[in-house]
């Protein structure tokens, strides 16, 4: 466990989405997370991940913070990155090892070197998982320890976000006397919320449809294969919406929400808000024409780049959808369709009754999930010189639990 994650000391988790900013405060009790109170707000100051307005943002920031945390004094964050760009990008080293088979030593030491090695220019490392050992060139193993080999080497997969995204928020947050303990990566994020670990071991995708992008993530043999983001989302629904009955966004995305559906209705007459004087009329089957269109677009493009990726195509086995754009209606028939695999709406696995049923929190539950359970965590702190010790910490302690 983390040496700062302390039963009785309270952090927030904070997700800073362009339709809302959610927050929850809790402490680690007994090895498990436990949410003190969550709030939410309606965003500004961001769009497109990019920061448009600071003092709007940190408006938001504070009063989400406020809200939710029941102490005083220095606030400590968990804080999700949103990059439409994310770079994948797997990278291998090697070191020679010694004649009486791999050691604990040797582990360590591999993995820091990879770690070091691990770097493009103007980009930051959010995520780093070890996915296979080497011995002597030619034979794979996810278990090295005390096999006989004279060269070891390690691959890993690597996520990078523009470093601009870690600085602007870095900034916003100093201003504010907040102290970020780590940033984690949006999708990610959310897969370790909704997707539990025979999902992950048997191949499973997840999809995050959130209002300006949607996150892709694959998973196999617990192991990250794939993930990317594409921008489209929940938002090109309600313009589409907003467009084709001639209404504003706000009253589109409430008929989006009260009526939608990607699955033929019958043809019944319902009555949307224009605003607070004027309502219209319009058929049930006029917004599926407008909606599911949009919807197949974006699983179609899912579906295609995955495809292109024969390693992905290969091991998914199952479809999870989460994010708020994930709750309309008939959204696992045609997920099911385009995928051939079985699909589901995903659950929040931590949380109260009320965030498990809330696929929009799944992004909030995650980094919740991902600052408690330290065997799994695998995200990469800021590397200066004050957060080195704490990268070196969580391998030691990784080599400890997992080649106990």
Same mark, same amino acid.
């Given at each position: ?221 617990? /192991? =990250?294969?794939?993930? !990317? $983001? ?5 938002? *090109?629904?309600?313009?589409? &919406?907003?467009?084709? #009955? ?80 994930? /709750? =309309?209606?008939?959204? !696992? $028939? ?5 995928? *051939?695999?079985?699909?589901? &709406?995903?659950?929040? #696995? ?55």
């Amino acid at each position: 466990m983390f040496s700062f994650l302390k039963n009785n000391n309270q952090f927030i988790a904070l997700d800073i989405g362009s339709q809302k900013i959610s927050g929850a405060s809790f402490i680690i009790k007994n090895g498990s997370p436990l949410i003190i109170k969550m709030d939410h707000q309606k965003s500004k100051g961001i769009r497109r991940s990019k920061l448009n307005n600071i003092e709007d943002l940190s408006s938001i920031i504070n009063l989400v913070c406020k809200n939710v945390s029941s102490k005083s004094g220095k606030k400590e964050l968990f804080c999700n990155i949103t990059d439409p760009n994310i770079i994948t990008k797997k990278n291998t080293t090697k070191i020679n090892s010694g004649k009486l088979g791999v050691t604990k030593k040797e582990i360590r030491k591999i993995y820091r070197k990879n770690l070091t090695e691990s770097n493009i220019k103007g980009k930051h490392l959010i995520y780093s998982s070890p996915h296979d050992f080497i011995l002597d060139d030619d034979n794979l193993i996810s278990n090295p320890l005390g096999k006989k080999c004279s060269k070891l080497g390690l691959i890993s997969y690597n996520l990078f976000v523009e470093n601009h995204y870690i600085n602007e928020l870095g900034s916003l947050f100093k201003k504010n006397k907040v102290e970020i303990k780590n940033f984690f990566d949006s999708g990610v994020a959310s897969s370790y919320s909704c997707l539990d670990n025979n999902e992950k071991k048997e191949g499973v995708l997840c999809i995050d449809i959130g209002a300006e992008t949607t996150k892709i993530v694959v998973y196999s043999d617990n /192991k =990250i294969i794939f993930c !990317k $983001n594409l921008g489209l989302a929940g938002d *090109n629904v309600t313009s589409d &919406v907003s467009h084709g #009955l001639q209404i504003s966004i706000e009253a589109a995305e409430h008929a989006k929400i009260m009526y939608g559906s990607v699955v033929a209705p019958f043809n019944e007459k319902v009555e949307i808000e224009i605003d607070s004087k004027r309502r219209k009329l319009i058929s049930k089957n006029l917004l599926y024409g407008i909606i599911k269109p949009r919807y197949e677009e974006i699983l179609e493009i899912i579906r295609d780049r995955i495809f292109d990726d024969i390693n992905a195509r290969l091991n998914i086995k199952s479809v999870v959808l989460t994010g708020g754009a994930s /709750k =309309i209606f008939g959204i !696992k $028939n045609i997920s099911e369709n385009i995928f *051939n695999r079985k699909a589901k &709406v995903g659950k929040n #696995l931590i949380g109260d009754i009320f965030s498990q049923d809330k696929p929009e929190f799944s992004t909030l539950m995650g980094i919740i999930k991902l600052a408690n359970d330290f065997f799994m965590y695998n995200q990469i702190p800021n590397k200066s010189s004050s957060k080195v010790s704490v990268i070196m910490d969580k391998i030691d302690n990784w080599i400890e639990e997992s080649y106990a």
